[in-house]
């Protein structure tokens, strides 16, 4: 009996540390405005400041017929609308030491304007600019980033230019890398192993 409760603690205090484990950021921007639709120079986000600039907040339908992942739902447009681009600046992240994976949703402008380019990082550790022509669809990128010590960083994605016609971005997230969910699993599979050894 008592094994039974122990390993019913035990369960239940790992499978809350893999869920918290298992995501570290994640936004799709759908819960931005839930009751308002697109909204230029947009600057009211849950999980980012606008340190720089401004964005556009799109959501799908809209007057500029522009489409976000997966064709719901919102998303924004990093050049927004007074001829300044954007900077969009992440809470702050603390980090275990460890391999995690950065991944984003980015769009071409969608407008047949000129290529544009943005500068992707996880300040510090990871810096990546890439040029996005307007007529490149949705695409998703991904990117292992190892960290050998515990830090505190931000994700940030800066626009280049002004012409508030910019790389639609979506769906960022930055997760562990799956061998640290997996290895969490498996103690969990050890613990049930344990309760049927004792006859809980
Ligand atoms: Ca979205
Ligand atoms: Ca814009
Ligand atoms: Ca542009």
Redesign the pocket.
Same mark, same amino acid.
Not at 45 to 66: Q, R
Not at 174 to 194: C, K, N, S
């Given at each position: 009996m008592m094994y039974k409760r122990l390993a019913t603690l035990l369960s239940a205090t790992l499978f809350s540390f893999s869920v918290s484990a298992g995501v570290i950021f994640q936004d799709n921007f759908d819960s931005e405005l839930p009751n308002g639709g697109s909204q230029?120079n947009y600057d009211d986000f849950l999980k980012w400041d606008v340190t720089l600039g401004?964005? %556009?907040l799109i959501a799908t339908p809209n007057d500029w017929n522009l489409t976000c992942a997966g064709g719901v739902g919102k998303c924004v %447009?990093l050049?927004?609308?007074n001829k300044n681009a954007g900077t969009l600046q992440s809470i702050a992240l603390t980090l275990d030491p460890g391999t995690y994976t950065l991944s984003f949703d980015i769009s071409g402008n969608q407008r047949n304007s000129a290529a544009d380019s943005v500068e992707v990082s996880l300040d510090g550790f990871l810096t990546e600019t890439f040029l996005v022509s307007a007529n490149d669809p949705w695409q998703t990128i991904v990117r292992d980033i190892t960290l050998t010590s515990q830090t505190t960083s931000n994700l940030i994605f800066e626009h280049n230019g002004g012409d508030?016609?910019?790389i639609l971005l979506d769906n960022v997230s930055l997760v562990p890398e799956p061998g640290t969910v997996a290895l969490l699993g498996l103690g969990l599979f050890g613990l049930i192993g344990a309760r049927k050894k004792f006859g809980g």
């Amino acid at each position: 009996m008592m094994y039974k409760r122990l390993a019913t603690l035990l369960s239940a205090t790992l499978f809350s540390f893999s869920v918290s484990a298992g995501v570290i950021f994640q936004d799709n921007f759908d819960s931005e405005l839930p009751n308002g639709g697109s909204q230029t120079n947009y600057d009211d986000f849950l999980k980012w400041d606008v340190t720089l600039g401004t964005v %556009d907040l799109i959501a799908t339908p809209n007057d500029w017929n522009l489409t976000c992942a997966g064709g719901v739902g919102k998303c924004v %447009d990093l050049d927004g609308s007074n001829k300044n681009a954007g900077t969009l600046q992440s809470i702050a992240l603390t980090l275990d030491p460890g391999t995690y994976t950065l991944s984003f949703d980015i769009s071409g402008n969608q407008r047949n304007s000129a290529a544009d380019s943005v500068e992707v990082s996880l300040d510090g550790f990871l810096t990546e600019t890439f040029l996005v022509s307007a007529n490149d669809p949705w695409q998703t990128i991904v990117r292992d980033i190892t960290l050998t010590s515990q830090t505190t960083s931000n994700l940030i994605f800066e626009h280049n230019g002004g012409d508030n016609i910019g790389i639609l971005l979506d769906n960022v997230s930055l997760v562990p890398e799956p061998g640290t969910v997996a290895l969490l699993g498996l103690g969990l599979f050890g613990l049930i192993g344990a309760r049927k050894k004792f006859g809980g």
